[in-house]
């Protein structure tokens, strides 16, 4: 039986060990030759930390530098100097070495002079400490002069640096945390290493194809059927205009290791700090799907941000699905099944009041056996007991007033539901003659849907086909099924509803 390196981000022990190790040694070498100070962004939980120790096993050093998120000031610095502790064990400090950034300095100076070459820089998730505090206007400044301190002696030594590699998951300026730092090369978006992180579909059918034939004999499936079920699940991700479709790879190994399929980046823990921001910055989740971008919208530095896309893209929750060289435009999208059904669950409860488990297990269950069932009157009744349902919770209320006011409570409700069950829905879809309110995209039938808030069936039935929603399906093979809905704002609930099939 293969042994999956779950948890474990150390190189030499993968290797020592037996673990399965995907090998990426060939672009870790053209990296280090792409510019001595490179940074990489990557979601979490996508082999950064592997990347960092493999490198240092490559350099021949011990291990990065790491420091992870403290509530002040004090504890940032403690914690920093605790990770150069083992270096001044081999280096010494001088007693003028007062702050960490003076002992980092001091470290490079000192492994230079006494080895007579040059130093190797590796640092792992350097935003760690930043992310918690993004908002708070009292630390952040604080927090961010701590680190530019700790950086700045990168560019005083460069002559004594062979080679510098920084990951993070945002994107912080240069002007801050970098501030001399003006010469290091962000990888990022380079398509050349777009695959230095996370596992290909080519690697899958390859170095993993007896682990997909494993976990499809314990799904009684054929190995092909496991494929495809594990591309829905964990793949689509893309980090470059020119990419392959990147897995997920902690939750590809945690698929293997327990023979299960389930969404396993989510149970690691859904970051506090991006449901902070989305609320901060009132995201439209209905409109994560399908966003036709320039770079510039989503990979700038983070605290910069006008909205909370580049941290959605750079933590992962939506990814570059196509790119558009002549117009330099980007379409940016959920990746994959386990994205969309976990960030769902993490959401539901903020608009709906309803833990997305009881809505996956209780409604979401029976609405999509009627749909498969081609019964879309059981699907509606189902839905309008549903929305009837909904609790108040502290805070709900208002909210409700809010979003009701503008036409999108029920968007949001709807886009949450059908996102629970992995289906594709679109809100406000342009056609030539207005906005359908919803489409929805179900293997065997296409559902445009229409809301009248305070309106009949009819009336939403009517302005389906006045507008002509539907008729830009009609050469589509799948049913196209047209659905009316009246929609009570005081008694938050469906009125009525008409269904017609056929465009």
Known sequence: ?????????????????????????????????????VFLSRPRRFGKSLLTTTLCSFFEGRRDLLAKGQENLEELRGALTIQLEPYIALYGRLPSETTPG?????????????????????????????LDVLHEEEQLPSFRRVMQEFYQCLKAHEAMIRFCFITGITKFSQLSIFSTLNNITNITL????????????????TQMQPDVTRLAEEYEVSPQEMRQMLRDTYDGYRFAGKSPDIYNPFSLMKAFNELELRNFWFESGTPSYLLRQMQHFRTDITKLDDLQVPASAFDQPTENMMDALPLLYQSGYVTIKSYDRLMQEYTLGIPNKEVRVGFTEGLLPTVTGLRGSEVQMGFAARFWKALR????DLALRELQAYLEELPYVEGFKKKLEEVSAAEGFYEWSFYLIFSMLNVYVQTQVKCARGRADMVVFMPDAIYVMELKLNGSAQDALDQIEDKGYAKRYATDPRRVVKVGIGFSVEKRAMTDYIIVEGD
């Open 102 to 130: 003076k002992v980092f300095a001091g470290l490079i100076r000192r492994a230079y002079e006494q080895t007579g070459r040059q130093v190797v820089v590796v640092i792992d998730e350097y935003d760690a400490p930043l």
């Open 190 to 205: 380079n398509s050349q290493f777009a695959a230095i992180c996370g596992i290909t579909g080519e690697e899958i059918d």
């Open 373 to 376: 069932a081609n019964d879309t």
């Open 1 to 37: 039986m293969r042994r999956y390196p779950v948890g474990i981000q150390t190189f030499s022990r993968i290797i020592s060990e037996g673990y399965v190790y995907i090998d990426k040694t060939d672009l870790m070498w053209k990296m280090t030759r792409v510019s001595p100070f």
